[in-house]
């Protein structure tokens, strides 16, 4: 049986990077980021939720 060191430097030995493009919003569904995104201003500028938070049901965003 392998270690868990010996498993994952075998996973890690067998990696290869991919590679980062650029799509429109409305195609970015699924996939993952290459970088943060970083909010450059409050949305809203003001406090008005409740909990300061959001949450949505992913079946009524998509």
């Not at 450059?40 to 009524?60: E, H, I, K, W």
Request: hydrophobic share 55%; charged share 20%; proline share 6%.
């Amino acid at each position: 049986m392998l270690s868990v060191a010996e498993a994952l430097a075998r996973v890690l030995a067998l990696m290869r990077p991919v590679g980062v493009e650029r799509v429109a919003l409305a195609e970015a569904g699924g996939r993952v980021l290459a970088e943060p995104v970083v909010a450059t201003r409050d949305q809203p500028p003001f406090a008005a939720s409740a909990m300061d938070g959001y949450a949505l049901r992913a079946a009524d965003a998509t």
